[in-house]
Every structure is written in C-alpha cells, then in structure tokens.
C-alpha cells in the first residue's frame, strides 16, 4: 500500500501571509488540524492547530477585545509556521510514512509531486488503515496468537485454518514477547470458535486470546 492509495485529498493549502485569526477559524470550519503552507505553489511551511494556539495571547490577558483583534490580525501564519518540513512522495509505502511519523513525533506529512502539494497523510488515516488491517468492522472470530519464527510457521496456520473451513477477513503480525516468536492476530468467519482453537492449538507455541468480535 502506497501513500497515494490512503493520503487525504484535495489538500487545503493557506497562504503565509494569513493572519493567525483567521488561520484558526479555517481549523474549525474545515475541520482539519494542518495546513501546508504555500505560495506561488511553492511549499514554504507547515502549521498546526497547536502553532496558532500557541501563537494567540492567554485567556487571561488583560488586552481588551479590540487589542486582542489587533494583535491577532498582525500576527501571520509565516511567524509561527514550521519551515523545514519532512515530506512523503505519493510512490512512499505507508509504513515508511508511519515510520517518519512516529519517529519524528508528528500527526501529518505532507504529499508532494513535482514540488507540488497534491495531499496530506495524517494520523487519521493510519488509524483508519489499522481498523482494516484488524478487521475492526467486520464480524468473526478475533484470534491472537504466539508463532515460533522458523520458516513456514505462518503458512502452517493459515493452513491449518483453512483446512478446518476458516476464512480470513484480517490478518497481522507484530512483535513477539522475545525474539524467538512473533504475535499473530487474525480474524476469520465460517468457523466455530471451538472448531478454530481445536485445529489452531498443534500448531502455535500459545493462543493468548480468542474470542467473537
């Protein structure tokens, strides 16, 4: 999966030069918490609901209303803006995106093409794409298990569900309790969960849970 397949799109892209008030109020009729920052279709920065909240005065200022406006309208997105931003390309496999996201302690990247902003890849959609990854909408047997890693271990248990009349609606792998194993968790239909544990417990080293969901 690639971050074209998944990125939010059409981009909504401000311009430097906006006040910082009105900034805000695009992050509530629009709904979304980043903007790219660009001019001339060149991507100078990225700024966040957090940079404007950051750059308002304090509820607890003793500026009156109209000092409070005045500041807010002087005060533009190039001042508070991010400018180096980290930037993913449409062809960037999600994982690599995640990855940049989570090492790098940020919620959204933009997507270039030929130096243009042409989408954004947020947390949001990672977190949409792990609800699919775990069948999160869909009804079945929900089935976590520990696997050996020696080859073959994976193609065993799809097997062995297969064999017993399972089919798979979702299917990950992540980190074992040590190096010598890997978590499973899947989801499968058309199978009793008695039926699924008896032909699954041979051929995994531990089921940890197994229920309808």
């Not at 949409?128 to 999160?136: D, S, T």
């Not at 969960?193 to 229920?211: N, S």
Request: proline share 5%; hydrophobic share 45%.
């Amino acid at each position: 999966m690639l971050v074209g397949e998944r990125m939010s799109k059409p981009v909504i892209t401000i311009s430097p030069d906006l006040p910082i008030a009105e900034a805000m109020n695009m992050v509530k009729i629009e709904h979304v918490r980043r903007f790219p920052v660009v001019k001339d279709g060149k991507l100078l920065g990225l700024v966040s609901d957090k940079d404007l909240l950051n750059a308002s005065p304090s509820p607890v200022t003793t500026l009156s209303i109209w000092e409070l406006n005045y500041l807010l309208n002087k005060i533009t997105v190039s001042e508070v803006m991010v400018k180096n931003v980290l930037t993913v390309t449409e062809d960037t496999p999600i994982e690599q995106a995640a990855r940049i996201m989570a090492d790098n302690q940020i919620g959204g990247l933009p997507v270039m093409r030929n130096g243009g902003v042409v989408g954004m890849i947020t947390e949001t959609d990672l977190f949409k794409i792990f609800l699919e990854l775990l069948g999160a909408r869909e009804m079945g047997i929900r089935v976590t298990v520990l696997v050996k890693v020696n080859p073959g271990e994976l193609a065993k248990l799809t097997k062995a569900v297969s064999d017993a009349g399972g089919d798979f609606i979702a299917f990950g792998m992540f980190t074992g309790v040590d190096s010598t194993n890997k978590m499973v968790t899947f989801k499968v239909t058309q199978i009793s969960q008695d039926d699924l544990k008896k032909a699954i417990t041979p051929i995994v080293k531990e089921i940890l849970d197994i229920r309808s969901s």
